[in-house]
């Protein structure tokens, strides 16, 4: 039944994410139709997990759109209504967040060390390694500014079109991104519905909430173990024997079923080309 619940919350994530889209196209003077949404979406959240800082997402979104027969101003209007409608929520998640974590941080972080260093110390050791090695790597490949350009291209065209739109629909539009984001924080939280030793709805939710934003900030696809590490420390919950299993669960459901499905419409729909183009996205291309 657990998995019942969330692959429910997944396909709320998804639907709630296709009306917005669609809801930002008819606001641009477009027609989207729902498949399509669905797709575009599909695509994006593909090429998201498998470039850095989530740079394929946006343009692999625009190309559905654009596929899908739209005009390319029309498609770049409603992805700068989208985006406007987006920040706000961010930002209010990034405040909750912080009210959440700030006040009690010399604690938790008291716990956090001398539950999990102490007795991995060795592993943690060889895991923050790798991870420098890897973004000593990432350095090198990712386009130099190209994390930089995307924020400043993203408010450009959000705020070119924000005043343009109605209230209401970044309104609504900012609804269905609180209920996209809801849907999938409370995948862990479904996982372990009804388990006697489940940890706190809220260490779950919040936890969730913060590790699925961390690919915005750290320059690694799909958060490049950052995420794996602190999930297996217990920052969204001590699982006990379980926490690897849960890692799994979780992963798949949030990231690594969404990311195949997308992936595998992308390549039958467009061909091989088309998603070996949307995932060089923002690595750097080396001159023959």
């Given amino acids: 039944m657990n998995h019942v619940f969330a692959i429910l919350l997944v396909a709320v994530d998804s639907v709630a994410r296709a009306w917005r889209i669609q809801l930002a196209t008819r606001a641009a ?166 388990h006697r030793d489940a940890p706190s709805f809220a260490v779950m939710f919040f936890g969730s909430l913060a590790l699925l934003h961390a690919p915005l900030v750290v320059p690694l696809p799909s958060g490049g173990g950052g995420i794996e590490v602190a999930f297996l420390s217990g920052f969204a919950g001590d699982f006990g024997s379980a926490q690897v299993t849960m890692l799994l669960l979780w992963r798949f459901y949030t990231t690594i079923l969404l990311t195949v499905l997308g992936f595998y419409l992308l390549v039958r729909t467009h061909g091989v080309a088309a998603a070996k183009e949307l995932f060089t996205v923002g690595w750097f291309r080396r001159r023959r």
């Fill in 29 to 194: 003077g477009g027609r989207l139709a729902f498949p399509d949404a669905l797709r575009l979406n599909l695509y994006g959240e593909a090429a998201s997990t498998l470039t850095p800082n989530r740079l394929g997402g946006e343009p692999a979104r625009f190309l559905g759109m654009t596929w899908s027969g739209l005009r390319v101003v029309m498609a770049l209007v409603a992805l700068g209504v989208e985006v406007a409608a987006e920040w706000p929520v961010f930002g209010t998640i990034a405040v909750a967040l912080a009210a959440y974590y700030v006040p009690d941080w010399s604690e938790a972080a008291d716990r956090f060390l001398s539950h999990s260093l102490a007795r991995d110390l060795l592993g943690f050791e060889l895991i923050a390694l790798v991870v420098l090695l890897v973004i000593w790597t990432l350095q090198r490949l990712v386009r130099p500014g190209a994390i930089r350009h995307r924020v400043r291209r993203q408010w450009r065209v959000a705020l070119a079109h924000v005043r343009r739109a109605r209230w209401w629909v970044l309104f609504v539009g900012a609804l269905l991104t609180v209920v996209s984001l809801g849907a999938r924080a409370l995948i862990l939280a479904a996982l372990v519905w009804g």
